[in-house]
């Protein structure tokens, strides 16, 4: 039974408060009005269809995160930033546009095994002609055995992944570990997230700012 309500029931929200003082204390008052936003469509999309919160919360960021590299965001060459410091700096990368979405929908009541973080290699054009480049969207399974909608900041629009020929998996992962690959019926590996420095070291981060 308790294994029924852990997979049922939304991840605890973190304390408003709490988010705001940090937010301040980090950034400055002037992203408070979008974080209050955010925490408000968290709200508001828990009693909606998958289907529905899916769409609120990959429109949420692709419309008010701009993107932009780590390099110009934090200095560093690769930084996964928490929800939180994504809305503070209202800019991210890839990493951060998935990541802030994973979080997002967890909060909204999506169970963490309907998500994957997946890795890919992304197929651009520019005016030099075609070029791949590393990627990361985020994946949802209403089934296990079920094609993953994907929620990418380069397209807008929520597509199975048939539908994106330009996106080559390498692997996947969520907060119950690494997967070789995509398919949703894939059992995670044994080394759990440890052999992801990068994701282990963002789920810890999360968890001190408040989100399980």
């Not at 002037?30 to 769409?55: F, M, S, T």
């Not at 909204?108 to 997946?118: I, Q, T, W, Y």
């Not at 929620?151 to 080559?168: E, K, M, W, Y």
Request: a neutral charge; one cysteine or more.
């Amino acid at each position: 039974m308790l294994f029924l309500l852990a997979l049922c029931c939304p991840a605890a929200g973190p304390d408003r408060t709490a988010l705001q003082q940090q937010l301040v204390a980090r950034f400055g008052p002037g992203r408070i009005g979008l974080l209050d936003d955010w925490l408000q469509l968290v709200a508001a999309a828990k009693p909606l269809d998958e289907g529905r919160k899916l769409q609120a919360i990959n429109d949420f960021f692709n419309r008010h995160i701009v993107f932009d590299d780590d390099l110009n965001i934090w200095r560093q060459s690769d930084y996964w930033a928490t929800p939180l410091e994504t809305i503070g700096r209202g800019r991210g990368d890839c990493e951060d546009f998935a990541i802030a979405k994973y979080y997002s929908l967890r909060l909204a009541g999506v169970p963490v095994a309907r998500m994957r973080l997946v890795y890919v290699k992304a197929r651009l054009s520019t005016g030099a002609g075609e070029v791949q480049q590393a990627h990361m969207v985020l994946a949802y399974y209403a089934q296990p055995s079920a094609e993953p909608l994907v929620l990418d900041n380069l397209q807008t629009a929520i597509q199975p992944a048939s539908r994106r020929p330009d996106l080559q998996p390498v692997f996947s992962f969520n907060s119950d570990g690494i997967f070789a690959g995509v398919s949703g019926a894939l059992k995670a590996s044994s080394g759990g997230i440890g052999r992801l420095s990068r994701w282990q070291d963002l789920l810890q981060r999360a968890r001190a700012e408040g989100f399980e």
